[in-house]
């Protein structure tokens, strides 16, 4: 059964700090990806990664950066919050090849005062 | 580019079916799939759907797909309190690891 944990499910930050949402999938999956889930917008992807050291940007990278050191574990920093980062962070993972699902992990909810 | 876009509310009464609507504007997708999202929790896959298949059904699920019009959609019969969600559906292209997911359908379903 595969798990995808996220390492805090609220959290509340303030404008200007530096935020680090950790990712964790325990299946030996190659790729993972960061999302941010907005009422009325859907799923947006932020960041992906295909291997370990090797990202791709999304449709809204900017003002996020990742970090994927080891295979299992995939970070997400805000480098100086912003308000507009007030979101639902969704993180999943996925094998490589056609059809395979990506397993989501429970979501952090992100408050940036 | 890519665009998927859903309804965002859809109303039923228990008992009754529902039928989630979905139009992409890629027609290199090659999979298609339906996602559900509980409150506080992160997305579960439904069911997917090739792209060289018209539909596919799983229990109380049918998925329908229209090529020439780039329209898929989800039924659901026999709609149950449980099945209250986001429902989100979101298209593969071509060997590309990304999934584009579209703007989500709320589902509420009134006893």
């Not at chain 1, 995808?4 to 530096?18: A, D, I, M």
């Not at chain 1, 999304?58 to 507009?84: M, Q």
Request: proline residues 2%; glycine residues 8%; neutral net charge.
């Amino acid at each position: 059964d595969v798990k995808v944990t996220q390492s805090s499910r609220y959290l509340v930050k303030r404008t200007g700090e530096k935020v680090f949402l950790e990712c964790v999938q325990d299946m030996d999956h190659e790729n993972m990806f960061w999302y941010r889930q907005d009422p009325g917008l859907g799923l947006r992807l932020i960041y992906f990664s295909y291997d370990v050291k090797m990202k791709e940007k999304g449709d809204i990278p900017e003002g996020y950066s990742v970090s994927r050191e080891k295979k299992e574990r995939f970070s997400l920093i805000l480098e100086s919050a912003s308000t507009n980062q007030t979101s639902m962070y969704l993180c999943a993972s996925r094998l490589t090849g056609g059809g395979e699902t990506q397993y989501f992990g429970p979501g952090t909810r992100l408050l940036v005062l | 580019g890519e665009d998927v876009e859903q309804s965002l509310f859809l109303s039923v009464r228990e008992g009754d079916s529902s039928v989630i609507n979905c139009t992409y504007t890629d027609s290199s997708s090659t999979y298609l799939y339906w996602y559900k999202q509980e409150p506080g929790a992160g997305l579960q896959l439904l069911t997917y759907i090739f792209s060289n298949m018209d539909m596919k059904q799983d229990q109380r699920l049918t998925v329908l797909l229209n090529k020439k019009d780039k329209h898929l959609s989800l039924r659901i019969a026999d709609t149950q309190t449980g099945d209250s969600a986001i429902y989100f559906c979101a298209e593969m292209v071509g060997g590309y690891q990304k999934v584009t997911f579209g703007t989500g359908t709320k589902l509420q379903v009134i006893p």
